[in-house]
């Protein structure tokens, strides 16, 4: 019998300055549970697809690489939220300023 497979959009973890920011998910399985740590700035980028030109995903981060995140306690979802908004702050909510972040902070 044949299934299919359908695209779902990530939740949404915190809409501000005009960015959005989305789970991840493990294989980017919907029905799993949503990464701790890894975010994406677009929802077509995850732990298996991207829809980045180039090498290296520009959209997919590590909550724990921002220094803002280091600062603060770092105890669950407020601290997470906190720290994205204050990643957005630094760079005046330019989606673009973000990219070249996660792309220059890939090793
Ligand atoms: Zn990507």
């Not at 497979?5 to 949503?34: F, I, M």
């Not at 997919?60 to 921002?66: A, E, M, Q």
């Not at 979802?77 to 890939?106: E, T």
Request: glycine share 6%.
């Amino acid at each position: 019998m044949p299934y299919q497979t359908e695209w779902v959009k990530p939740d949404l973890v915190v809409a501000y300055r005009g960015v959005r920011v989305y789970h991840t998910y493990r294989y980017d399985d919907y029905n799993d549970s949503p990464r701790l740590f890894w975010f994406t700035l677009d929802p077509q980028c995850g732990e298996e697809a991207c829809a980045c030109q180039g090498a290296a995903c520009q959209n997919v981060f590590d909550v724990r690489s921002l220094p803002e995140y280091a600062e603060g306690p770092v105890e669950g979802a407020d601290s997470v939220r906190r720290a994205v908004r204050a990643f957005i702050d630094r760079h005046q909510g330019d989606l673009g300023q973000l990219r070249a972040w996660i792309r220059a902070s890939q090793p």
